[in-house]
């Protein structure tokens, strides 16, 4: 039991000193901001309803990649059939990138339109 406490205190020290630093200031310790969301709603142009809210659309029927490279992009998801939720009939992309510059999404409609965003 002599020995066990020396080592408890070495080792919490050793710790302590290892992990923050002057130079350092201990940056980046569970400090890692939440990512960004765009909230993206469709409209029918004759009728003013929301085409996410029809049966006939869905996740199946939009593919959205990265600008013009054409990389598959997979951070969204389709929030529909939550009546009391004010993002029902919302595309939501989860955009993780926290460089600066222009960040471009193509998001692509079977039987409608292609949309550009940047």
Known sequence: ???????LILVATFCLIASCKKNRN???????APPRRIG???????SGSNLILTDAFGEKNISVSVGESGIPFYD????????NSPMNGFMEIIFF????GDHSFKIQIQGKETIILS
């Open 26 to 32: 201990c940056d980046n310790i569970l400090n890692q």
């Open 76 to 83: 969204w998801r389709i929030i529909k059939g939550s009546e």
């Open 40 to 46: 993206l709603t469709f409209t029918d142009k004759e």
């Open 1 to 7: 039991m002599k020995l066990i406490t020396p080592i």
């Open 97 to 100: 990138n926290d460089t600066p």
